[in-house]
């Protein structure tokens, strides 16, 4: 479709060029033989007759037609011999055939003719051969025809093979995909070394399936990972409980559902986080955006932890900006993923341990870091943390979930901000970077 637009439109160029070229040769000389008579009408006989012989002298192609008539038509000068009887005397311009030759010639051809009367009542008559233009027409009408169907034939012909190209490789791309339906998710579009705008709808599906791919995967292993946790709780839930069905007194019964009572809230803790997590990452609570000062989330979760590390003979500190940071996100949400990482610093060093929060900004970017002196993360291991369910091996014996991390990861990501750990030298120092929030402003807040 697009060729045949292309030739068709190329055609209609190529008509308009014809019509201009046949036209405008015609009004050209139309103007002058009418200028030329409209002067000679005022000329005497002897400045006409010098003028016409001149004008025959110098015309070596014989396309020229000058003559002076009386009153009664006979020719006076001129190499006409008689006025054309379809050029009425009206200082005009008209098409017709002129004779060429003896009155009684039968040879003609098409000419433009203007015949003025004299005030002596003589006629002026003057014309030009359209030999050349008609010549000029037909050469430029064969020299189009030729073109445009040589142009139809060129843009159908690559139209074409472009074509069967793309449809070709539309089909390959569309029988990959029905394979990808039938369940090869490993399977991938075919990419071609020259982007084009195709290849980039490839580009895009082929990512997407990536991450398709990845996000089943992680969804099997958070399965297994489900089944696991809870697999132990219950288990010992199930021994407990049938160890207090076969005891002796009441006073068994209630310790083993005291400490069924234990092993439930485990479970139900569980099952909460991770419904929260699926709750943001639903993206449902942007609704309650607005503008927060991080630095008051910090303080309320440092006054909140800092009854802990005093039981736990841990030190917590706070250090704020003194200007508010400013950003765009939910209050609740953003002290919620504060909280985890200051409770899993809190988590993982000893009495005596350190915990740091700090505020700050980079190039307008506010960043918060929950630092500590623990045993740290291993390199290798920092890409898996905030993964669901991860527990490192080294620390397998203390409480927990394994979704803490993964809570405030999904916390960032909904905010569009970044989170990052690194080495502290000892411990480990974890880095939320609030990208894209609003710049640091001087204003009073309310602490």
């Not at 098409?110 to 002596?120: E, K, T």
């Not at 020299?143 to 074509?163: H, K, M, P």
């Not at 990972?225 to 005891?247: V, Y």
């Not at 706070?318 to 209050?331: C, K, Q, R």
Request: glycine residues 8%; hydrophobic residues 40%; contains cysteine.
């Amino acid at each position: 479709m697009l060729a045949l637009i292309v030739a068709v439109s190329t055609a209609l160029v190529f008509a308009f060029v014809y019509w201009h070229v046949t036209t405008a040769d015609i009004s050209r000389l139309s103007v002058i033989l009418t200028d030329e008579v409209a002067k000679g009408l005022n000329r005497t006989n002897e400045q006409l007759k010098r003028e016409l012989d001149l004008r025959l002298t110098r015309d070596l192609r014989q396309l020229d037609y000058a003559a002076l008539f009386d009153a009664d038509g006979a020719p006076i000068f001129g190499n006409l011999s008689r006025i054309p009887s379809a050029v009425p005397i009206d200082g005009r311009a008209h098409y017709t055939e002129a004779y060429k030759g003896p009155a009684d010639s039968n040879e003609k051809e098409p000419a433009i003719f203007v015949a003025g009367r004299r005030s002596d009542g003589s006629v002026l008559t003057l014309g030009r051969g359209l030999f050349e233009t008609y010549y000029l027409r037909h050469t430029v009408l064969e020299a189009l025809i030729y073109g445009v169907l040589t142009e139809i034939v060129l843009v159908l012909t690559v139209g074409g093979v472009f074509g069967l190209l793309a449809m070709r490789r539309l089909q390959t791309i569309h029988q990959m995909i029905d394979r990808i339906m039938a369940g090869n998710l490993h399977e991938r579009l075919p990419e071609n070394d020259k982007p084009d705008d195709i290849d980039k709808i490839v580009r895009a599906v082929n990512q997407m399936l990536d991450e398709l791919v990845r996000a089943l995967g992680q969804l099997r292993s958070m399965g297994a990972n489900i089944a696991h946790d809870l697999r132990t709780p219950l288990s010992i839930l199930q021994a407990k409980l049938e160890r207090g069905l076969n005891g002796q007194g009441d006073e068994d019964l209630r310790t083993v559902v005291r400490q069924a009572h234990i092993e439930l809230e485990k479970s139900l803790t569980t099952i909460s986080a991770l419904m929260r997590i699926a709750e943001l990452e639903s993206g449902r609570r942007r609704s309650a955006f607005s503008h927060v000062d991080i630095r008051q989330l910090c303080l309320e979760v440092y006054e909140l932890y800092e009854p802990l590390a005093d039981q736990k003979s841990l030190i917590i500190t706070l250090e704020n900006t003194s200007d508010p940071l400013i950003v765009f996100g939910d209050a609740d949400l953003l002290r919620e993923a504060i909280a985890n990482l200051v409770d899993n610093g809190v988590k993982y060093v000893g009495s005596g341990g350190k915990v740091s929060i700090m505020t700050t900004d980079s190039d307008g970017d506010p960043i918060i870091r929950v630092c500590d002196n623990g045993a740290g993360v291993a390199s290798e291991e920092r890409d898996k943390i905030f993964n669901r369910f991860y527990r490192s091996e080294s620390h397998r014996h203390l409480s927990g979930s394994g979704l803490g991390l993964s809570m405030a990861a999904t916390v960032v990501e909904l905010h569009g901000f970044s989170i990052s750990v690194r080495d502290n030298n000892p411990g480990a120092c974890f880095e939320i970077l609030c990208i894209g929030a609003a710049a640091p402003v001087k204003r009073s807040v309310r602490m």
